[in-house]
């Protein structure tokens, strides 16, 4: 499948396999869980860094209340990071469960074809006659037939 064309896009053969697919968002994802480990190492050093920096007159809530908008920027970047590889491992599932749907649907499309041509064109079932002792049995059964209300009290208990 992988051609020598240089007018080819670059990622095409990637995309037309669901393991070639896989392995690249892989990788993809493993760099941006590295990028993800030093980004956090930068958040809890540049919030040591802020919450330490205090200037003349500030109490000792200033320098906190200065950092925390850069902490929500970092911690907002890392939210996003951490999704973005969550959907990379979701899209390489996905991407696979594409090449089964469409590896299945040939058979599903003729079963389907089969169950319709089935309810238009019923076969007729033959019913298997009873067995001469059965029919003895629920003639004889009180519990086969009707009965009235005011015969309960002449019924015979089991």
């Known amino acids: 499948m992988t051609s020598t064309d240089p007018t080819d896009p670059p990622l095409r053969d990637v995309a037309q396999s669901p393991e070639a697919t896989a392995r690249y968002l892989a990788d993809v994802q493993r760099v941006l869980l ?70 299945n649907t040939a058979q599903e499309r003729k079963e389907k074809k089969l169950e319709r041509q089935q309810k238009r064109n019923p076969q007729p079932l033959q019913a298997a006659p009873n067995p001469p002792q059965q029919d003895a049995q629920n003639q004889n059964s009180r519990y086969g037939r009707p009965t009235s209300i005011y015969d309960l009290g002449n019924r015979e208990s089991a």
């Open 34 to 103: 590295d990028i993800g480990k030093s980004l956090e190492i930068l958040a809890l050093e540049t919030r040591v860094h802020l919450r330490e920096t205090h200037v003349e007159g500030d109490r000792w809530y200033h320098a906190r209340m200065r950092a925390m908008p850069v902490e929500k920027a970092l911690g907002n970047v890392l939210k996003n990071l951490n999704n973005l590889t969550a959907g990379l491992e979701k899209s390489a599932y996905k991407r696979r469960a594409h090449d089964e749907a469409v590896e």
